[in-house]
């Protein structure tokens, strides 16, 4: 079934303990259709500069990601800088430069109108409204967020959440959101503002999904190292939403299989720098994981 992000186009500057990468392709517009797009046809919205290296994304329109939203305006593309940490659960923001995002005002094309699912990506509350009021009926809308949003247009934030159906978020911003300490706690607060289902992201413990009042986790992939987690949660919400649209289905069962998928995409996302590693994998080596995924969590 059609699928539509609307979020960022960015080319990010990432140090880690051992390497630095300059003017990588990143954006949470991008890890989300280069994961989805293993799975589903993506239809995708963002905006981009006269910089832009076009070629540097070609393996998404072989993948069936249709770039007809992808409005080049004059000037910079968005650019953002970050530093890791000897444990890479932990980084620092050295800057970020909105540019031509930063009058992004998005504008759906017609023959994206009807796509079925739709992933708002985390941008302004404002823009998220915006989107949905240019959409046809969509059959799930899934929305992304952070503090940002939750402390600075909070007004907005919840108007946008009355009409979702799950929201994607951490632990910390869970906690913000509902002013509740617990993070159980917090959870189970969320749908009364809207959403019928919550999803947590816990970084290297995995994440969580809270659905029809029943919990479900899945751990996040024990890898033996980690190069970059730059774009796991937006890979995330690309594999979980990519194996939905491939489905059609979003009865319990399958969002939990979903979840299932979302972590591994996101396993393989923090393999490389960049798209690197999701640019050439393959559906073999996802099965082959989601394998292990059961034999791991199964009892």
Same mark, same amino acid.
């Given at each position: 079934?059609?699928?539509?992000?609307?979020?960022?186009?960015?080319?990010?500057?990432?140090?880690?303990?051992?390497?630095?990468?300059?003017?990588?392709?990143?954006?949470?517009?991008?890890?989300?259709?280069?994961?989805?797009?293993?799975?589903?046809?993506?239809?995708?919205?963002?905006?981009?500069?006269?910089?832009?290296?076009?070629?540097?994304?070609?393996?998404?329109?072989?993948?069936?990601?249709?770039?007809?939203?992808?409005?080049?305006?004059?000037?910079?593309?968005?650019?953002?800088?970050?530093?890791?940490?000897?444990?890479?659960?932990?980084?620092?923001?050295?800057?970020?430069?909105?540019? $031509?995002?930063?009058?992004?005002?998005?504008?759906?094309?017609?023959?994206?109108?009807?796509?079925?699912?739709?992933?708002?990506?985390?941008?302004?509350?404002?823009?998220?409204?915006? $989107?949905?009021?240019?959409?046809?009926?969509?059959?799930?809308?899934?929305?992304?967020?952070?503090?940002?949003?939750?402390?600075?247009?909070?007004?907005?934030?919840?108007? $946008?959440?009355?009409?979702?159906?799950?929201?994607?978020?951490?632990?910390?911003?869970?906690?913000?959101?509902?002013?509740?300490?617990?993070?159980?706690?917090?959870?189970?607060?969320?749908?009364?503002?809207?959403?019928?289902?919550?999803?947590?992201?816990?970084?290297?413990?995995?994440?969580?999904?809270?659905?029809?009042?029943?919990?479900?986790?899945?751990?996040?992939?024990?890898?033996?190292?980690?190069?970059?987690?730059?774009?796991?949660?937006?890979?995330?919400?690309?594999?979980?939403?990519?194996?939905?649209?491939?489905?059609?289905?979003?009865?319990?069962?399958?969002?939990?299989?979903?979840?299932?998928?979302?972590?591994?995409?996101?396993?393989?996302? $923090?393999?490389?720098?960049?798209?690197?590693?999701?640019?050439?994998?393959?559906?073999?080596?996802?099965?082959?994981?989601?394998?292990?995924?059961?034999?791991?969590?199964?009892?």
């Amino acid at each position: 079934m059609s699928l539509l992000v609307v979020g960022s186009i960015a080319y990010d500057t990432i140090e880690t303990p051992t390497t630095k990468v300059e003017d990588s392709l990143g954006g949470s517009a991008l890890y989300f259709s280069a994961a989805a797009s293993l799975f589903s046809p993506v239809n995708v919205v963002g905006v981009v500069g006269s910089d832009f290296d076009a070629s540097k994304i070609s393996f998404l329109k072989k993948r069936g990601v249709n770039l007809d939203g992808l409005y080049m305006e004059s000037g910079k593309t968005f650019r953002w800088g970050g530093r890791y940490f000897d444990d890479m659960n932990r980084r620092e923001t050295l800057f970020t430069y909105l540019n $031509v995002f930063e009058r992004f005002q998005p504008v759906i094309p017609e023959h994206y109108k009807k796509s079925e699912f739709v992933f708002l990506a985390n941008i302004d509350p404002e823009l998220q409204l915006d $989107v949905l009021n240019q959409i046809n009926n969509p059959k799930l809308i899934v929305l992304d967020t952070m503090n940002f949003w939750i402390s600075g247009k909070r007004k907005e934030l919840e108007e $946008v959440l009355k009409v979702v159906d799950i929201i994607v978020l951490n632990d910390e911003e869970a906690k913000e959101l509902t002013g509740e300490m617990g993070l159980i706690k917090a959870t189970k607060a969320i749908p009364a503002m809207g959403p019928k289902s919550v999803i947590v992201k816990k970084g290297e413990h995995g994440a969580m999904l809270y659905h029809e009042n029943e919990f479900f986790f899945v751990p996040a992939f024990p890898l033996d190292s980690v190069v970059d987690p730059t774009g796991a949660g937006d890979s995330f919400a690309g594999g979980f939403m990519g194996y939905l649209a491939k489905t059609g289905q979003i009865d319990q069962a399958t969002l939990k299989k979903a979840m299932v998928y979302g972590s591994t995409i996101a396993s393989f996302n $923090v393999e490389d720098f960049s798209f690197n590693r999701l640019e050439n994998l393959t559906m073999k080596e996802i099965k082959e994981r989601v394998k292990i995924f059961k034999k791991m969590t199964f009892f």
